[in-house]
């Protein structure tokens, strides 16, 4: 007898729009049934392409992502729109109250759009997003774009999770100081100076590119692209998928997407065994309130107290 589980995985791989939207819900609750879900749908991914997008909130990011949904679907792909916000569920921003922009796709069998927050998963963006991004991907996605709703350190792992980083600016919204303090120059591999039609907008790109020569790419093969856009209408859109695409063809030519993904699989593989040991961990720490006397009085210094611990953890039950 099927468990709900078992129905659901078969929902979400025969691309059950509820079923998708169910179990990106379990993601956002961090539900025990993960686990079960996860060995249902794992063997059935790593086919969709993702762009992640991330930038100060007002660049204009919804806007665009509207643009690239257009520009793959004229080529007539699936495309999933996962907006993320790592802070709440109740706040605005990219939480697709731009739904409103989106109205143009809203009935489009081809297009899946969902926002969401980590109300409840202990492992955060870290682990929320890979995990979201794959049941996207098993129900048969061709393209997923994560969007995120700042500049944090949390978004920057989310875009830097997905296979090409749109990092989006505009002129008018901070200076090439900041966005090298909040480290997306080292995950872009397009930048995008949106709102083109604007005042400093050339300025702001020859910032970029001058900034770009300045630092140390992380791919020498591969040098970031400023291309220039306005998302309202539609203006470089043509110009920025095809620096997408091209930055596709690089990371296949290269063997990079194979690696880059398999060092991403392998990150999130250590980020869930070391929350899994961090809660052990603090389990044990409650259950023996005397070392923390001891440590307390000065009788153990923490490395052993830690040492202990780790010992206890890695200890075979039973």
Not at 187 to 196: M, R, T
Not at 295 to 315: F, I, K, M, S
Request: glycine share 10%; no cysteine; hydrophobic share 45%.
């Amino acid at each position: 007898m099927a468990t709900v589980i078992d129905e659901l995985v078969e929902r979400v791989l025969a691309g059950d729009r509820r079923g998708m939207a169910r179990a990106i819900s379990l993601v956002e609750d961090g539900a025990p049934e993960l686990e079960a879900l996860s060995a249902g749908i794992f063997a059935h991914t790593g086919n969709a392409a993702t762009i992640g997008l991330t930038g100060s909130p007002g660049v204009g990011k919804s806007t665009l992502t509207e643009q690239l949904v257009r520009a793959a679907r004229g080529q007539d792909r699936t495309v999933a729109v996962l907006a993320i916000d790592p802070t709440s569920p109740f706040t605005g921003g990219a939480l697709l109250g731009d739904r409103l922009r989106m109205q143009s796709h809203a009935t489009d069998p081809g297009v899946f759009i969902r926002s969401m927050a980590t109300r409840g998963h202990l492992g955060g963006m870290a682990l929320a997003a890979p995990e979201a991004i794959r049941i996207l991907d098993a129900a048969g996605t061709d393209l997923v774009i994560v969007e995120t709703v700042g500049v944090g350190q949390a978004e920057v792992e989310v875009a830097g999770a997905t296979d090409t980083t749109l990092v989006v600016v505009s002129p008018g919204w901070g200076d090439a100081v900041q966005v090298a303090k909040a480290g997306i120059l080292e995950i872009a591999d397009v930048f995008v100076v949106n709102k083109a039609d604007r005042e400093g907008a050339g300025e702001a790109a020859r910032e970029l590119q001058l900034m770009l020569k300045m630092g140390a790419a992380r791919d020498k093969d591969w040098a970031p692209p400023v291309v220039k856009t306005s998302a309202t209408t539609g203006e470089g859109v043509d110009e920025l998928w095809s620096a997408i695409e091209r930055h596709a063809e690089h990371l296949e030519a290269t063997g990079a997407l194979e690696r880059n993904r398999r060092a991403r699989l392998l990150a999130e593989v250590e980020t869930l065994a070391s929350q899994r040991v961090r809660e052990r961990v603090h389990d044990a720490i409650v259950a023996d309130p005397d070392l923390a006397e001891r440590v307390a009085a000065r009788e153990v210094d923490p490395y052993q107290a830690a040492a202990t611990l780790l010992d206890g953890v890695a200890a075979p039950e039973g």
